[in-house]
């Protein structure tokens, strides 16, 4: 799914699962550069102060998933 609705529909099932978050989780994997309306592409990561590109690629981990806007251990 290009859009990636399925799986931004997929994520809102997840407890606690927030928009933001699953707009985020998105964008992290998704091929494209343009950020989903809460989501962060590459521009956000590199404006930190440890940047890092977005993946634009599946997960290798559930670990990775620390390194998505919003995302806490919690």
Known sequence: D????????ALLKIPDMSPDIADAI??????DD?????????????SL????KCKNGPLNSIEELLLVKGVTPQ
């Open 26 to 31: 998105v964008d992290w994997v998704d091929a």
């Open 2 to 9: 290009k859009t990636g609705e399925v799986l931004y529909n």
């Open 34 to 46: 343009t950020p989903r309306t809460n989501g962060a592409e590459s521009t956000t990561y590199q």
């Open 49 to 52: 102060n440890n940047p890092y």
